[in-house]
Structure formats: structure tokens, C-alpha cells
């Protein structure tokens, strides 16, 4: 039904407008009392064989919603309903930001992929704990955060410091986002020190807490081998428990739609699957310098059951699916369970 009537629709418009339209379809009609029954049962497969363990967090199953779809904390009861075993609000900043003028959401359907540069637009953390406060579904939800545009990267420490503390005692689990590429001098914060500083104060922020939740680091699928191995070791140093592999690329050497067009469209993060490969193989790459000492989150490119059982084999215990759901609909969540479920019987 989503291939042949209302992927069609959505895609007659611009990305960000069917974005919208989604998001208000999908609030008003989930809601609705007998609509929201059929959709939990037409959407719902859960196997004992789903279940994971993974840095403390007991998940239903392994396949969550990537940050991005859900900044703002506005759809989680929903989402839920569509059988995620984890949904993962954000980018949040401490202040609203509108980011990066518009358009700035573009597809790429000859590749199956999405060229963005939102700018961790969103309507600040505050507003979201409000909204958490709220939420119906037990659903597991990890808070994604970032810095404010205007935060130099000296002072970012603040900007993450603050969303934790608005957020710890509303998510389980949260992520430092160091590697959109739409902020500008945001990715420098990858560096080694830069980096190792910054985790270093969540983390003593974090267990400093009664109840410490998990601390993960998203990262480029860009950084090279050497920087790959910086962040093995900044992890054991650090002690933070993961690693989401990966956000979007810079690199547009791998696509098919024509030069122009890609030149035309300007700067931004590509995902969808294009990124399937390489975030593949930083997965696989972190999971045998590391020697499987730290959990990752595997995502980019996952369009199907195999594409997921790929990234599990490659050494992740969880993945998250976004370009994906917009290509290939919602249905994608119980097919890639099923296939999961399957997989785990043999």
C-alpha cells in the first residue's frame, strides 16, 4: 500500500513538505482509537528470539528508529506503534534553532538516497523533556545531542552538558553527536583531544548522576582508519559504553544521479543506500581493532532483512533504519524482524 499510493503522493512533494505531512497524518490517525488498534496489530511481530541485552538496556527487539525523523520528542508513542524496539529523538541543542535556510532536504531516487542539510534544526531541548514527560509507550528512547550553531568549539562542553542534565531523567540512553556534517566546524570535534575532552566531561557529568545511563559517540563514516583507531582508544580511555556507526557522508563518488544535479543540489550529508557499504565496514573495522570490548549501533543503508544481518555479522548488536523507511515504507520494521527472527532460529 505505501509503494503504490502513498509513496507516490508524498513523493509529488518537496521532501521536508511530505516530511511534515506525514508527521501530522501520522499524529492525527494513530490517535484515533479503532485505526490505532489495526495498526499495532497490522505492524506488530515480536520473537523471544528478538531480544537483546545490550549496554545495560533490555531491547524487545534490535531495530530502532534513527535520530533525525523524531527531533522533537513529538511522535515516540507513535513510532512505538510500528513495532521499533528503540527510538532515538534528536539532534536536540540547548536552544531552538531554525537550521540551514530551505530547501535543504533533497531525494535522490535513482540512488535510493537522501541528500541533507537540516542544520540540527529543532525546537531545544527544554521543549522536548516537556513532551517526555508525557509519553504513554515504554518503548526505550535514546536522547541524541549536539551544540548550538553559534557555540564556538571551545565552549561546546556546555552546550552537551546542558541537554544531558535537561534530559537524564527522561531517556535511557544518550548520544553525543560530533559528526553531522551541517554544522559548521562541528566534525572537528572528532579530533583526538577535542574529542577525548568532551566525553570525558559528559561521562563525569553522567556518573555523577544516581542512576548513570549509557553514553554513546555517533560518528562520520568519513574518518579514516587512523581516526577510526583514535576512537577505539578515546572509547577505552573514556569508558563511554558505544559507538553509533554511522551518520551521513560527504562522499557523493558512489552516486548515479547525474553530476549536475548533485552540483546543483550543494553541501550536505548523503544517506540512504549508498552509505550501506561503508558503514558497514567502519562497523566491522571498529568491532576487530576494538575486539567486540564496546557495543555499536550500526546504520546507514538498511533497506531490507539482509542488509541488517550484514551489519549484525560485521559485529553490531543493534541497528537503526531512517532512508530506508522513506523508501520502502513502514512495513520495513516487521520485515526486517522477521527476517532477523529467522536468521537467529538457524
Known sequence: ????????????????????????????TFNLPII??????SFSFEDKKLEREVFGLKFKNPVG????????AKLIDEMAMLGFGFIEIGTLTPKPQDGNPKPRLFRLPQDEALINRMGFNNGGVLAAVERLKNRKSDVIVGGNIGKNKVTPNEKA?????????????YVDYFVVNVSSPNTPNLRDLQEK???KALLTAV?????????PKPILLKIAPDLT?????DIVEIIQETGIDGVIATNTTIDRTQLKTDKNQIEAIGAGGVSGKVLNNRSTEVIRY???????TFPIIGVGGIFGPEDAIEKLEAGASLVQVYSGMIYEGPNLIKRIKKGLATYFSN
Not at 65 to 72: I, M, Q, T, V
Not at 203 to 211: R, W
Not at 225 to 229: A, H, S
Request: glycine fraction near 6%; charged fraction near 30%.
Open 286 to 292: 571498529l568491532h576487530q581493532k576494538s575486539k567486540g
Open 65 to 72: 528508529l534513527a535520530a533525525g525523523f523524531d527531533k522533537d
Open 203 to 211: 561521562k563525569s557529568a553522567n556518573d555523577a548522576k544516581e542512576k
Open 157 to 169: 562542553v556546555e552546550d552537551y552538558l546542558f541537554c544531558l542534565e535537561a534530559l537524564h531523567p
Open 1 to 28: 500500500m505505501y509503494k503504490s499510493l502513498l509513496k507516490p503522493l508524498l513523493f509529488t512533494q518537496s521532501p521536508e513538505a511530505a516530511h511534515h505531512f506525514t508527521f501530522d497524518l501520522t499524529k492525527t
Open 225 to 229: 582508519d587512523g581516526q577510526l583507531d
Open 193 to 195: 583531544e577535542p574529542l
Open 36 to 41: 490505532g488498534s489495526i495498526i499495532r496489530k
